[in-house]
């Protein structure tokens, strides 16, 4: 016969006024069953209770958790640990590193997954980081991503704990904090990995624990993020079922979660537009192509792409011109203009048609300014979209974590998020975390990549838990 587990492991069989199963109240008479004490009611009831229970014990050869048995010990191991969730929160706060350069942030979470007995796979797309943890079945794999990248922003919040990291971006000596929450999101999915490193042999599943760098964007000239994640094999490899991910926003109070079904973030694409004309004297255009004008044109033009020719019905889409340079003297008609932007789409298929829309509008009014366009579209970010199958089925967990009451159907954002490409590959869910203190109004909160941007951190046991309660349901439910 399999041994009973001890009252430490699983809190459920316990001494004096306490509870089996987390169902049956036992109190009163004393019985010993393989050496631990457990009191008991008196009565028919509870000695037909007791005998069921030693019935199962015996024919299965084992004691397997109750769901309640499971959800008890996530929510106390995440209540132990979120002293230390915030002490690495702010290590990661202190000490932020952009995009790419994340070295000590990785050397950390590799260290931390090791001491929890994670298989460790580091190097991945520059400082990536992937901790395996095997549960008791190989399948299914659940895999959830946080991002470990800051910004160059010199920070303005005053914390105790602020950074003062400084470096060189772009050729510029800029400060560098952790303006958009990454630190919570490493420290959070450490809190998750100890949590389920904890309960591992009750695991019907494994975990794959994805540190990402560079979601911010690889600097100028260099590969990263997700994509370059993807690409050097890591799906190919581990091959995981689903993927969560949660993003740290001031736009919800703390204990609250955002979640929605389908785009819930943009596609993100930059475009760059070099308008070549014939320079000539101001004071006599004719003899000369106008790239000033003909830009000027191609800006106006562009603008009934979204407003006139665009399904805004089906999804919104945004086309902004972000800079314009050319010329350097009042009388001299420049050779060319260049002008940046940026492109959103919440819809895939609308995405293509923007940038076939953006393309012809360009070289068209060019050509009949007598100029010529090179005209060209970086594709950045895919749309980020939560399958819908998968977020109908989480739902139920979200909501017993934090109640209706809490959870908010979130408006798609134009912001992009890398976490698309896994979601791409994979069902996926991305939500947003409340951060923003219960007693302050989001609307006048500080916003994302603000130098003032400010994360309460009573929030973190919250995404703790609610990852920790994803993973396990969902394997529950395979």
């Known amino acids: 016969m399999g041994s009973l587990p001890t009252p430490e492991r699983w809190g459920t069989i316990v001494t004096g006024s306490y509870q089996l199963i987390h169902r049956f109240p036992i109190v009163n008479s004393v019985i010993s069953m393989q050496g631990i004490p457990v009191q008991l009611a008196g009565g028919v009831f509870w000695r037909a209770a007791l005998g069921a229970l030693a019935a199962v014990i015996v024919s299965a050869g084992s004691f397997a958790p109750s769901a309640g048995a499971q959800e008890s010990a996530i929510d106390r191991l995440s209540a132990e640990g979120e002293a230390q969730v915030i002490a690495w929160r702010r290590d990661f706060h202190q000490n932020p590193e952009l995009s790419n350069r994340e070295f000590r942030t990785s050397e950390i979470v ?51 704990f ?26 959070m999915q450490l809190g998750v990995a100890s949590n389920l490193v904890a309960l591992r042999d009750e695991l019907p599943g494994s975990v ?68 070549h004309g014939r320079q000539t004297h101001g004071a006599r255009p004719w003899d000369g192509v106008d790239p000033i004008v003909t830009a000027a044109q191609i800006i106006t033009g562009v603008q009934t792409i979204v407003s006139r020719q665009v399904d805004l019905t089906r999804a919104p889409a945004i086309v902004s011109f972000g800079a314009i340079n050319g010329g350097i003297r009042n009388n001299i008609i420049p050779d060319s203009v260049e002008l940046i932007g940026t492109i959103r789409n919440l819809d895939m298929a609308t995405r293509d048609s923007v940038h076939e829309r953006l393309r012809t509008t360009v070289t068209n009014i060019a050509e009949a300014a007598g100029a010529q366009a090179d005209f060209e579209i970086f594709a950045q970010y895919p749309v980020t979209a939560n399958d819908p199958e998968l977020t109908r089925r989480m739902l139920p967990t979200i909501e017993r974590v934090v109640g209706r009451e809490n959870m908010i159907e979130a408006v798609p954002r134009t912001v992009a998020e890398d976490f698309s490409f896994f979601a791409m590959e994979v069902p996926g869910l991305y939500l947003t975390l409340g951060v923003t203190p219960p007693d302050v109004d989001p609307a006048t909160a500080p916003a994302n990549h603000s130098p003032l941007f400010y994360v309460d951190e009573a929030a973190l046991v919250t995404g703790v838990r609610v990852l920790s309660h994803l993973v396990m349901d969902y394997m529950a439910g395979n």
Not at 123 to 137: F, K, P
Not at 170 to 181: D, Y
Request: charged share 20%.
């Open 110 to 160: 590799a260290e931390a997954l090791r001491e929890m007995g994670l298989e460790v796979e580091t190097g991945i797309a520059h400082t990536g980081v992937v901790g395996y943890l095997r549960g008791a079945q190989e399948r299914p794999l659940v895999a959830i991503r946080a991002d470990m990248d800051a910004l160059p922003v010199t920070e303005a919040t005053g914390l105790p």
């Open 162 to 187: 602020a950074s003062t990291v400084t470096t060189e971006y772009r050729g510029q000596e800029v400060g560098v904090m952790h303006a958009c929450g990454h630190d919570t999101h490493v420290a």
């Open 208 to 275: 794959l624990f994805i540190f990402q760098p560079a979601e911010e964007g690889a600097p100028e000239g260099e590969e990263g993020g997700a994509e370059l994640m993807l690409k050097e094999g890591l799906f190919e490899r581990y091959q995981p079922d689903v993927v969560f991910g949660m993003h740290a926003f001031s736009n919800l109070n703390t204990g609250q979660i955002g979640y929605r079904a389908g785009a819930i973030m943009a596609s993100a694409d930059r475009f760059e537009l070099t308008v």
